[in-house]
């Protein structure tokens, strides 16, 4: 059986920074891509940043420039590094991997994450 666990969410002042890590259990056959989703309220679920298994990154674009999306080797730890925090940032931080066989996404608990003075 799968599991994520997020963690290193938090409270931060706009202009700074936090690192949000997702540990993965369980074995998956075949990864498509490890990412982070966000969910603020009232919005719908958005891709923030993902890292296919050859090492591609996507990033939405309002993000790009400040976050860094970055895994290890075996696929068992996902980080986002966030930088130059906005208000507009803050969400619920969902970490995913996709799987291909079978096509699966595989979810975390969500990590909170506020931006505010």
């Known amino acids: 059986q799968v599991h994520l666990v997020e963690s290193g969410g938090g409270l931060v002042q706009p202009g700074g920074s936090l690192r949000l890590s997702c540990a993965r259990s369980?074995?998956?056959?075949?990864?498509?891509?490890m990412g982070w989703y966000r969910q603020a309220p009232g919005k719908q679920r958005e891709l923030v940043a993902s890292?296919?298994?050859?090492?591609?990154?996507n990033y939405v674009d309002s993000v790009k420039g400040r976050f860094t999306i970055s895994r290890d080797n075996a696929q068992s730890w996902v980080y986002l590094q966030m930088n130059s925090l906005k208000p507009e940032d803050t969400a619920v931080y969902y970490c995913?991997?996709?799987?291909?066989?079978?096509?699966?996404?595989?979810w975390g608990q969500g990590t909170q994450v506020t931006v505010s003075s």
């Open positions: 995913n991997v996709r799987s291909t066989t079978p096509v699966y996404d595989y």
């Open positions: 369980g074995s998956i056959f075949s990864i498509y891509h």
């Open positions: 890292i296919t298994s050859g090492g591609i990154t």
